[in-house]
């Protein structure tokens, strides 16, 4: 089953949209090995939640997660913004949010640890990415 392409007078994703969204996952890989490097599944309540209902290891259930989300941005990437289709702007702006939440829940959170909390070094980068990709999104949507 293939997935339409945008018909004309649409509103396609920009070359720009394009541009960000790979490396808006790229940082999402980075950020994903950072929070397994440092046992984010051992510290966030939530991350602890999903990691044990995937495996009776805690770290496997928490790589399984992020691989999965990482491979389905991917997946986004592969089937839906690159080739423009259709669902390619609901999709990256799905990701823009989902990523300036993600980014800024993080900070937030060192800020009440009062210090390093992990996937706090990698959180600016999905934040500055994810506003990148919502603001061409937002301007393409206008010049549209």
Not at 31 to 48: F, G, I, K, N, Q
Not at 102 to 124: C, D, E, K, R
């Amino acid at each position: 089953m293939s997935v339409a392409p945008a018909p004309a007078g649409a509103p396609a994703m920009g070359p720009r949209a394009r541009f960000v969204f790979p490396l808006l996952i790229l940082a999402q890989a980075a950020h994903s090995a950072e929070e397994y490097a440092l046992r984010l599944y051992d510290v966030l309540p939530p991350a602890r939640w999903i990691s044990d209902r995937l495996s009776d290891d805690r770290a496997l259930g928490f790589a399984i997660a992020n691989v999965g989300l990482v491979l389905f941005g991917l997946l986004c990437w592969l089937a839906l913004v690159r080739p423009r289709r259709r669902a390619a702007r609901p999709i990256a702006w799905f990701w823009a949010l989902l990523e300036i939440a993600n980014g800024t829940g993080h900070m937030l959170l060192a800020i009440a640890a009062g210090g390093y909390f992990p996937g706090v070094a990698t959180a600016p980068v999905l934040l500055i990415l994810g506003a990148w990709l919502a603001s061409c999104l937002a301007t393409e949507s206008r010049a549209a």
